[in-house]
């Protein structure tokens, strides 16, 4: 699977998941773009991956900066061909006790982060002809879990503004696809687990064995690895015979 020089843009791309996505595509051969309010992390994390990459300073929920970040791309490189809306996080309460202004919060950099990254690089990948638009979504894309409504809902919601946008770009060269993975144990998953222990009153190790990996058939953590070699998959997937689709990594948590 290459990517043979093909301009990457990954938002929330300077840790985590969206960093070993990163590597993953440089060592394909792509050019990749970090996308990240931290824009220091962001230039870090480009320099680690070697020459020929750029770190851009973006918070995706900013119509103007979004747009900004996307030009210094198609300024620098001259084409987009991958976008990746990687960029989240998370709150763990329950509902009534969320505030309007944390509902917003966590909808506003899944959901609304995805429009305003797809809606900027769409002009672009018309003019060329071709271009792959992936989301970061999640098991909690097709189905729920206690304690996380703001979360739940949007990724939800990349479903639907996948599949809207291809309906609305297949004939100009542009699919869209949604990676839903399980539990990653990443700093954000980390955090989850002593506040599902004292909101749902058990133990810790509860959490993670009933839980986060109960429904797997393993009792495994999906790796950042098993999401990277996903994602690349999809972004060098060579035709619309796999568009408006979502692939599930979660070790058997969900099956489709």
């Not at 290459?2 to 440089?26: N, Q």
């Not at 950099?109 to 979504?137: C, E, N, R, W």
Request: hydrophobic share 40%; charged share 25%; with cysteine.
């Amino acid at each position: 699977m290459k990517l043979d020089d093909k301009v990457c843009v990954i938002t929330g791309g300077a840790s985590g998941i969206g960093l070993e996505i990163a590597r993953c595509f440089a060592d394909a051969g792509g050019k990749v773009v970090i996308a990240d309010i931290d824009f220091d992390a962001a230039e870090k994390a480009a320099k680690s991956l070697g020459e020929g990459h750029m770190g851009v300073n973006m918070d995706v929920t900013d119509p103007d900066a979004v747009q900004q970040g996307i030009d210094k791309v198609i300024e620098t490189y001259g084409r987009v061909d991958v976008l990746l809306s990687n960029a989240g996080i998370q709150i763990v309460k329950r509902v009534e006790e969320f505030t309007y202004d944390e509902w917003r919060k966590v909808v506003s950099i899944h959901l609304d982060g995805a429009f305003l990254t797809s809606k900027a690089v769409l002009p672009q990948m018309y003019a060329q002809g071709s271009g792959t638009i992936l989301y970061m979504g999640s098991v909690h894309s097709q189905e729920a879990s206690a304690l996380k409504a703001p979360y739940v809902s949007a990724k939800h919601g990349l479903m639907g503004l996948a599949r809207t946008i291809a309906k609305e770009g297949g004939d100009k060269g542009v699919r869209t696809n949604v990676i839903c993975p399980g539990f990653v144990k990443t700093p954000l998953v980390e955090k989850q687990i002593p506040e599902q222990a004292r909101d749902l009153g058990i133990s810790e190790e509860d959490v993670v064995n009933k839980v986060m990996l109960g429904e797997t058939v393993d009792k495994e953590f999906t790796t950042v690895e098993d999401v990277a070699h996903t994602v690349l998959f999809l972004a060098t997937f060579p035709s619309n015979a796999l568009t408006g689709q979502s692939i599930v990594v979660s070790h058997g948590w969900r099956m489709d």
